[in-house]
Structure formats: structure tokens, C-alpha cells
């Protein structure tokens, strides 16, 4: 059984960085074919991908958003986590990870990693 | 690449067909498109992956279609449990973008 929970502070100073820790199991991110990502909400409105980090520590970052992300991995602890740097208060959002499958196409050869499980999210508020 | 939904909100009644589609800016290569359910307060399900195959225990009444620039969401006949917002998401290539949602609600 897959299960993800996200961690973190709730609120945040603007300018602080935001550090988000995504606990994990059911899977290892050391398994070919598997990654975790982050995606957020702010409220009342649509989802926004941020970033994914691959089994093999590839990683792809939102580029309206690159210059602020950091994700990185630990396969022994099973924690996958997301910094923000300089936050600001339309950052106020629920952050949710999610484990990433792959998707081949056994056709073209191609393959890419779709969100399939995903974690309850936490909300985070920007506020002085 | 900008997904589009529409409509924005679906007035149903139980049993009757549900279509929600998702239009894409540009054309979304290998089918690499997803449709998510999200209830109030909930995180998103997944519900249909690669333009058409199922999630893991997702009922059969949910079927997904389309190429291209044009893909749909049909819930063949509507359960009670079934009135939330609907998200599609592609995954084709950075970033990956979701539409603004449609709201399925009981009329």
C-alpha cells in the first residue's frame, strides 16, 4: 500500500524559505521507473505542478518558479524534500506530493511519469 | 502547453452522462494526459492516466478519450458519489500543467 504525508510549518515569514518534507512508503525511489512530486494549490483555485525528482535523481523544476526550487531525495529515509526560497504571501497555498509512475508508449518508445498517489497535503500560509 | 476545461461547472442529475473536456493549446504528443477527481477538502484521485486507461479501482463507468488537442472525460452514468471537481493534467513535458477544473454538481 502506497502512502505519502506532508510536513512542514504552516505559517511563514515572506522573504524565509520554506522547507517541506515528504514522508513516503509502499516504494523506494531507488526503483527504476518511479519518482515524487510536489504540486500546490492555493485556495479556492487550480493545481500547479512544482517539481518531480526521478528514481535515478533526475530532476524538473517549474520554470515560471526554477530559480526558488530545490527538491532532492534520500532513499534511505524514504523523504523527499522540497525547499522555496524567498516566499511570498501569494505562495499561501496546500503543497501536496504525490508518487510518480511511468508512463511507456509501447508504440513510440516514448515515456514520461504520471501522478498517481498522493499525499492528504498541508496548507502553508505566507503571512507577516 | 494551456489546458482548457469546459464547462467550467456541469449541472447533472444521478444517472445521467457526464462529458468534460480538456482542450490543449498545442497538441499533447503520446497521449501523456491525465483526469483527476478532487472532493472539498481532499486531495486529488487519480482517475484516468495516458489519455485512456483506468486507475486501480476506479469504477469502469469512468472512461477517458481524445488526441491531440482534444481529450474528454465521459462518466457514463452519474452515482451520487461522483459530483466534485474534475482537474486534467498533462504530462508530456515540462511544465506539467493542470486545466482550471470542472465543477460537476447535482442539479
Known amino acids: 500500500q502506497i502512502t505519502l504525508k506532508e510536513s512542514g510549518p504552516t505559517v511563514v515569514r515572506p522573504t524565509q524559505t520554506l522547507t517541506l518534507t515528504c514522508t513516503f512508503s509502499?516504494?523506494?525511489?531507488?526503483?527504476?521507473?518511479?519518482?515524487v512530486g510536489w504540486i500546490r494549490q492555493p485556495p479556492g483555485k487550480a493545481l500547479e505542478w512544482l517539481a518531480l525528482?526521478?528514481?535515478?535523481?533526475?530532476?524538473r523544476y517549474n520554470p515560471s518558479l526554477k530559480s526558488r526550487l530545490s527538491i532532492t531525495k534520500d532513499t534511505s529515509t524514504n523523504q523527499v524534500v522540497l525547499t522555496m526560497s524567498n516566499v511570498d504571501p501569494v505562495d499561501t497555498a496546500t503543497y501536496y506530493c504525490?508518487?510518480?509512475?511511468?508512463?511507456?508508449?509501447?508504440?513510440?518508445?516514448?515515456?514520461?511519469?504520471?501522478?498517481?498517489?498522493w499525499g492528504q497535503g498541508t496548507l502553508v500560509t505566507v503571512s507577516s | 502547453i494551456v489546458l482548457t476545461q469546459s464547462p467550467g461547472t456541469l449541472s447533472l442529475s444521478p444517472g445521467e452522462r457526464a462529458t468534460l473536456s480538456c482542450r490543449a493549446s498545442?497538441?499533447?504528443?503520446?497521449?501523456?494526459l491525465s483526469w483527476f477527481q478532487q472532493k472539498p477538502g481532499q486531495a486529488p484521485r487519480l482517475l484516468i492516466y495516458?489519455?485512456?486507461n483506468r486507475a486501480t479501482g476506479v469504477p469502469d463507468r469512468f472512461s477517458g478519450s481524445g488526441s491531440g488537442t482534444d481529450f474528454t472525460l465521459t462518466i457514463s452514468s452519474l452515482e451520487p458519489d461522483d459530483f466534485a471537481m474534475f482537474y486534467c493534467?498533462?504530462?508530456?513535458?515540462?511544465?506539467?500543467?493542470f486545466g482550471q477544473g470542472t465543477k460537476l454538481e447535482i442539479k
Open positions: 504525490a508518487s510518480a509512475f511511468i508512463d511507456f508508449d509501447l508504440f513510440t518508445g516514448y515515456y514520461r511519469y504520471y501522478f498517481s498517489f
Open positions: 509502499g516504494f523506494s525511489l531507488s526503483t527504476n521507473g518511479l519518482g
Open positions: 525528482v526521478y528514481w535515478d535523481d533526475d530532476k
Open positions: 498545442q497538441s499533447i504528443d503520446n497521449r501523456f
Open positions: 495516458g489519455t485512456s
Open positions: 493534467q498533462h504530462y508530456d513535458k515540462p511544465p506539467y500543467t
